[in-house]
């Protein structure tokens, strides 16, 4: 077939006015779909099919069976009830016979019905109603052309006027203007890997011959989707360590003689590094070590130990003569960093005699400090000069801490504490920033509080090299976990707590307050305080925190929690992460359902902390299927990695992913729970591809095709995905 041949990226730019039938009117209201170009439009994917191969003539509908019917509807109206009920009875006629089909409490049908000029589609279960065959509530959709066997449905939103054959109409258009798509996957992948070319996957995801064509051409377009992404990505990562001469800080923990900081801090922990904390501090030190800036993720579950790990990477920092920063998403948690690393540093008892090139001359144990946006004004100013001039090795802070006059003598490590708000675009502008300040980059370690299943790891943190802290420290027993359904099993729960209070543990209890910055949550959490020192808790020593209390007014209440003065901790998420208190034993976590999966499992990490036997009590009365799943999940499983599996097969990827979901990476096809070996092949042939050809020069289109979805700034593309 002769036929015009189109480059895919070329298809971003056309628009589909230049369609033939695309007039103004369709035009604009593709536009309220988001459909402008033609791209938008190809990759316009059907909701779902109504697969006319299986259709029955309605003279064959026998009762008893679930059957898809189509034809027209004749005769819609409302037909007058006894009890006010309302009924639309309508009839469905094709060449063979005709059917009832009758709609309850549905007024809107009889317009709607009435106003259907074409064929539909109509499933449903037939049923006998005084000897006549009739269908009760059966699922109608329009369906125009008869484009195949398989007639494909659009989401249709708010876009009004439009239905979804006019959409089908538009879409065989342009494979009608078209004869061929030049693809941009190399074509050997494809056959490697046995998919559709993009022309022909894409007409098959459109107008599927079969379920089997279907299934391939979903394939091909999911693998064209995350190939794309991946090779951004790879690229992005590539170019970065092409472009960044990075310190080399030679110090690694496990030579001996090459870091006595380090190991004079190891000799003095209170405990040894786990097998999981050793591997990972081993990757990042053979990172930093090299001249290539390390861009690392580190993930592991809830106690897993991830602090001492970011701390050892500090230190080598600081050993070779480098200062260290660590970047907290809030103020609490900024706090709370700093004085868990002040702990572990004081604890190791540096000797004076530690030098670094940073300090020569001047021996000194290594200097700490905390910079947010309620240090005081003359306070900072010193801390800032200490920055420049070397004196202070170790910056924890918020994002308030970047701003113009910050500037290190020698910057040498950034550690990043996502938590799980994946703040990619705060990660590279902090970075860039960094980066131009200084003639070398600093290495970046990225934390994240919450596991994230791998495939979406290798999505969100593409461009990250990732280290994975497997196991617990030992001596850690599972927090046993219950979902108390009924008051009375609530009363069980706070009689434990109790119980545990008794003999010398404490506990908590959480309040579900979504939003803190309204003062109404903020007194709902105040008057359940007040409730339960009067009712289940009485008598007990209770503490109350939340986000709106004053930093100073937090952490007198943290300090009297972690001294024992309180028993119980009445308190909102503002404790969900980093809390470390081991002789907690007891978390009572109320309206249980009002919380996703990652925050019950943050919540119950409180507990489980030390020796003890703790427990974990999952209050909710709520009984849907979606609380049925999530609280059954957390009781069933303690394991973060597996819960964020499940979590990411219940909510789906959108909101797992958060904010960088939203923008052009979004995966229309691909799923990241469903995909996962098609992850794993796309990322790795895109990086074995821009291992032999980083800028794409010899891959011209591929390279026309990224600049066309993703643009040409990287930070841009951060931001924007
Ligand atoms: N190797 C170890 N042996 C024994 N205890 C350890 C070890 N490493 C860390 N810990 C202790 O385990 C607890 C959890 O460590 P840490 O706070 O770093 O966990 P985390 O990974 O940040 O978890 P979370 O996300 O729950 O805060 C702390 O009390 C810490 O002192």
């Known amino acids: 077939m002769v036929g015009v041949v189109v480059r895919l990226d070329e298809l971003t730019r056309l628009r589909v006015s230049e369609l033939a039938g695309v007039g103004p009117a369709r035009t604009r209201a ?58 639309v009875e309508a009839q469905l006629v094709d060449s063979s016979g005709k059917i009832t089909l009758a709609f309850f409490g549905q007024p809107y049908r009889a317009k709607q019905l009435a106003n259907i000029t074409g064929e539909v589609a109509v499933f449903g279960r037939v049923e006998l109603f005084r000897r006549r065959r009739q269908m009760n509530n059966p699922l109608v959709d329009p369906i125009g052309d008869k484009t195949g066997a398989i007639v494909p449905l659009y989401p249709l939103r708010e876009a009004a006027g439009l239905n979804s054959s006019d959409i089908a109409r538009a879409v065989a258009q342009v ?126 579950d809830v106690g897993s130990g991830k602090t001492l790990v970011s701390v050892v990477a500090m230190l080598i920092a600081v050993q070779s003569g480098h200062q260290a920063v660590l970047v907290a998403p809030t103020e609490v948690l900024a706090e709370q960093h700093h004085r868990s690393i002040s702990t572990l540093v004081a604890e190791a008892r540096l000797p004076d005699s530690v030098t670094g090139r940073l300090f020569e001359g001047s021996p000194r144990p290594v200097s700490i400090d905390l910079l947010t946006g309620s240090t005081p004004a003359a306070r900072r100013r010193r801390l800032l000069a200490d920055l420049r001039a070397g004196a202070l090795d170790i910056v924890v802070g918020t994002h308030a801490l970047f701003n113009d006059e910050l500037a290190f003598a020698s910057l040498g490590l950034v550690v990043v504490d996502e938590q799980h708000r994946f703040g990619v675009e705060q990660r590279s502008a902090l970075t860039d920033r960094v980066t131009v300040d200084q003639g070398s980059a600093p290495d970046t370690l990225v934390m994240t509080a919450t596991p994230i299943p791998r495939t979406a790891a290798m999505t969100v943190y593409g461009d990250l090299d990732v280290s994975v802290i497997e196991g617990l420290p030992p001596g850690r027993q599972r927090v046993e976990t219950r979902w108390a359904r009924t008051a009375l099993e609530a009363q069980v729960a706070f009689t434990l707590l109790r119980d545990e209070v008794a003999v010398g543990r404490q506990g908590y209890v959480v309040c579900p307050v979504v939003d803190e910055s309204t003062k109404l949550q903020v007194r709902a959490v105040t008057e359940e305080f007040e409730r339960l020192q009067q009712a289940e808790l009485k008598g007990l020593r209770l503490g109350l925190i939340h986000g709106k209390l004053s930093s100073a007014a937090k952490d007198e209440v943290m300090r009297d929690f972690r001294d024992r003065a309180i028993d119980v901790l009445v308190a909102t998420t503002v404790i969900e992460v980093g809390v470390d208190v081991p002789n907690a034993t007891v978390m009572i976590i109320e309206d249980a359902d009002r919380f996703g999966i990652a925050q019950l499992h943050q919540l119950r990490g409180r507990v489980g902390r030390g020796a003890d036997k703790s427990y974990c009590y999952l209050l909710s009365e709520v009984d849907t299927a979606v609380a049925e799943a999530r609280l059954g999940a957390l009781v069933a499983s303690d394991d973060g990695f597996v819960l964020a599996e499940i979590d990411l097969e219940l909510r789906g990827e959108g909101t797992v992913l958060g904010g960088r979901q939203a923008g052009r990476t979004d995966l229309k096809v691909a799923s990241l729970s469903h995909d996962r070996d098609l992850v794993l092949e796309a990322r790795q042939h895109a990086r074995a591809l821009i291992a032999q050809d980083r800028s794409l020069e010899h891959h011209p289109r591929l390279r026309a095709m990224l600049q066309a979805l993703f643009g040409d700034d990287e930070a841009d593309f951060l931001l924007r995905s």
Do not use: C
Not at 50 to 73: F, K, N, T, W, Y
Not at 241 to 268: C, I, K, M, Q, W
């Open 175 to 300: 494979f009608n203007e078209y004869a061929e798509f030049v693809d941009v996957v190399p074509p050997s992948l494809r056959g490697h890997l046995g998919l559709y070319d993009i022309y022909q996957a894409l007409w098959q995801l459109h107008f599927p011959t079969n379920e089997q064509t279907r299934q391939v051409a979903r394939k091909s377009v999911a693998f064209d989707e995350l190939f794309l992404l991946q090779v951004k990505l790879a690229q992005l990562r590539a170019e970065r360590e092409a472009r960044a001469v990075a310190t080399e800080h030679d110090a690694n923990p496990f030579v001996p003689g090459s870091a006595r900081l380090l190991e004079e801090f190891l000799a003095h922990l209170p405990y040894e590094p786990t097998d999981g904390q050793r591997s990972a501090i081993a990757e990042i030190a053979r990172d930093m070590a090299s001249p290539r800036a390390m861009h690392r993720l580190l993930q592991g």
């Open 30 to 87: 593709l536009a309220a779909l988001g459909v402008e170009t033609i791209y938008d439009l190809v990759t316009y994917f059907p909701r779902r099919y109504v697969d006319r191969s299986r259709e029955v003539p309605i003279g064959e509908a026998v009762p008893g069976e679930q059957v898809l019917l189509v034809g027209r509807v004749m005769d819609a109206r409302r037909i007058p009830t006894r009890g006010g009920r309302v009924l």
